[in-house]
């Protein structure tokens, strides 16, 4: 079990103590799965695991006997493993039966259904409105009046569902950057005696939305750091391109906002000669609605931060991202909103995501590190998927 969620030997014999709080929360997990309980109850249990560990996760709950019931914001592992769905809006309950896909579709239907009853009730309303308005003061309808009246106060309103709207965050073009953005020659890294890349070398060019795959422990953001220049090949080198502007995101971004502002402050000072509406519509783009742009940095939990951390690189955006799993602990509704803007970047990209939505929906190319040679695979994730026949690398099967 241990193995399946992520753990070398050395970590399976080594001191719980020393561990970070993601791999306790690991340690945790198995605990519970090893119980066997009747029901589980899991609240975002893939948000501190990595793609291995969630596909090592699926295959053994699919197969649990027992009841589960989970909050979740990993669109795959809800569609592999649920069979219902409670939605909560506004202070009710509506059950479907059904993976999230189904879900998603069936509540778009009874939307549409629900809007065209109640633009029907609304006219209906107006209509008997009208009516009691115009007889009112008529002493020969005053009956009917009245009976119309009580029948109208009986009606049952119907009310839509108060679910907060995606807005569309349009990204402004970013500045055109030379064909060549990136040009990793002969590269060798190692820390201590281990030897993380002897060697690599790959060009990457304009446009190409590169994923990052790799077992914990791989050289994933060792990768990103040199490329990003955070840190330095042993030999070999990495040369960027002209007119290029990087944009570096990983999660040590989240300390350098400033605790005792608020998110709209924050967005203020980054962007001071902007509109404070279109500031505004950026938040609501990363669904902080409302007062939610009054809250202090301080108070926001992990998700919010990313969040804002990603508006405020994507506000203006460079024309080369380098994304250190941006969407670690964002929900469904930002990473969706986040994929359909990526999809339409002009710019280039190289990230890491746990997130199978988030691969399929962005990578067109795909580099695996196997502990060997790193495979450099020229096609997208879902090709990639096919040809390989596995989502990613290191399965402990
Ligand atoms: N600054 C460092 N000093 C020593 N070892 C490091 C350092 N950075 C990374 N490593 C080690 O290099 C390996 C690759 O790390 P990393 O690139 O962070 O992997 P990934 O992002 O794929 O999980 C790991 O074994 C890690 O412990
Ligand atoms: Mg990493």
């Known amino acids: 079990m241990l193995h399946g969620l992520?753990?070398?030997?050395?970590?399976?014999?080594?001191?719980?103590?020393?561990?970070?709080?993601?791999?306790?929360?690991?340690?945790?997990?198995?605990?519970?799965?090893?119980?066997?309980?009747?029901?589980?109850?899991?609240?975002?249990?893939?948000?501190?695991l990595d793609i291995e560990s969630i596909i090592w996760l699926e295959q053994f709950l699919k197969s649990y006997q027992g009841a589960i019931l989970m909050t979740s914001h990993d669109r795959d592992f809800m569609n592999r493993i649920v069979a219902r769905i409670a939605e909560i809006d506004a202070g009710e309950i509506v059950a479907y039966t059904g993976d999230y896909d189904f879900y998603e579709r069936e509540r778009a239907i009874r939307e549409t259904n629900l809007q065209a009853a109640f633009a029907r009730q609304q006219a209906m309303l107006a209509k008997e409105q009208r009516f009691i308005d115009r007889f009112r003061t008529h002493a020969a309808k005053?009956?009917?009046?009245?009976?119309?009246?009580?029948?109208?106060?009986?009606?049952?309103?119907?009310?839509?569902?108060?679910?907060?709207?995606?807005?569309?965050?349009?990204f402004r073009p970013p500045p055109r950057s030379g064909d060549q953005v990136a040009v990793i020659e002969?590269?060798?890294?190692?820390?201590?005696?281990?030897?993380?890349?002897?060697?690599?070398?790959?060009?990457?060019?304009?446009?190409?939305?590169?994923?990052?795959?790799?077992?914990?422990?791989a050289g994933k953001t060792t990768l990103l750091r040199m490329i990003a220049g955070a840190a330095e090949p042993d030999s070999g080198g990495i040369r960027?391109?002209?007119?290029?502007?990087?944009?570096?995101?990983?999660?040590?971004?989240?300390?350098?906002?400033?605790?005792?502002?608020?998110?709209?402050?924050?967005?203020?000072?980054?962007?001071?000669?902007?509109?404070?509406?279109?500031?505004?519509t950026l938040a609501g783009a990363f669904q902080f609605s409302g007062g939610d742009v009054d809250k202090r940095i301080r108070y926001l939990s992990g998700g919010e931060k990313s969040r804002l951390a990603m508006a405020r690189m994507l506000y203006d955006p460079p024309n080369f991202l380098v994304l250190d799993e941006p969407t670690n602990h964002l929900d469904l509704a930002t990473k969706?909103?986040?994929?359909?803007?990526?999809?339409?970047?002009?710019?280039?990209?190289?990230?890491?995501?746990?997130?199978?939505?988030?691969?399929?929906?962005?990578?067109?190319?795909?580099?695996?590190?196997?502990?060997?040679?790193?495979l450099v695979?020229?096609?997208s994730y879902v090709e990639y998927v096919e040809k390989m026949g596995r989502e990613a690398p290191g399965i402990w099967r």
């Open 6 to 48: 992520g753990f070398d030997d050395g970590q399976i014999d080594g001191d719980c103590g020393a561990l970070s709080g993601g791999w306790k929360m690991r340690v945790a997990l198995a605990r519970v799965l090893l119980g066997r309980p009747a029901v589980l109850l899991m609240d975002e249990p893939t948000n501190h």
């Open 186 to 217: 002969d590269v060798h890294k190692k820390f201590g005696p281990r030897a993380i890349y002897e060697g690599f070398s790959l060009t990457i060019r304009r446009g190409e939305r590169w994923a990052v795959m790799g077992r914990n422990g």
């Open 336 to 374: 969706e909103m986040l994929v359909d803007a990526l999809k339409d970047f002009e710019g280039t990209m190289v990230f890491v995501s746990h997130d199978r939505t988030f691969l399929r929906g962005l990578a067109s190319r795909v580099i695996e590190l196997n502990g060997r040679d790193p």
């Open 142 to 170: 005053a009956a009917q009046v009245q009976s119309r009246i009580k029948a109208l106060d009986k009606i049952e309103r119907i009310e839509l569902p108060k679910r907060r709207q995606v807005v569309k965050f349009e």
């Open 240 to 280: 960027l391109g002209a007119s290029l502007k990087l944009g570096y995101f990983a999660q040590q971004a989240l300390d350098l906002l400033d605790p005792e502002l608020s998110v709209i402050d924050q967005l203020q000072r980054d962007f001071p000669h902007d509109s404070l509406g279109s500031l505004r």
């Open 377 to 379: 695979y020229p096609g």
